[in-house]
């Protein structure tokens, strides 16, 4: 986060193994990203039900995380379709 005009900003939210996922995918595309309450979540001992975790990117990365993650929702969907 190199710009002096950017911030760190949430881009998304839920559990600790969704959040975890998405930081994978925001990586791939050069996205720099880290999580919030990973660790001290409620529920930290069972990741697959801890809520509350957050992904958080520069703002400057807003527009290409936010494609990023609206696929990965597309995605969801369609697979509870099939």
Known sequence: MDNNNDSAIEIFSGTLWECQMITSMLQDVEIETYLVNSVFSTYAFNPLIA????????????????AVIDEYHHNLKNDKHS
């Open 51 to 66: 809520e509350d975790t957050k992904v958080i990117v520069s703002s400057n990365d807003r527009i290409k995380a936010q």
